[in-house]
């Protein structure tokens, strides 16, 4: 094995093993008032993931 090859490699395995697709966390963009943003800020992510998680979704219109 080449000197360059296994630097190349030894790079490869650096840092955190990616996340499998239904894990990895998503940008996106929602409006709220300063207020809501500063309570949502105190209230932090995870908090944010276990409300969404345990919400029910509202049934489909006819």
């Known amino acids: 094995m080449t000197k ?9 395995r650096r840092g955190r093993p990616t996340l499998p697709d239904d894990m990895r966390a998503m940008h996106g963009s929602i409006r709220l008032t ?5 309570k949502l800020r ?6 944010l993931g276990k409300v969404v998680d345990r919400a029910k979704e509202p049934a489909p219109r006819k």
């Open 42 to 47: 105190r209230l932090g992510a995870a908090w």
């Open 34 to 38: 300063r207020d809501r943003w500063a």
């Open 4 to 12: 360059k090859k296994k630097e190349t490699e030894e790079r490869r």
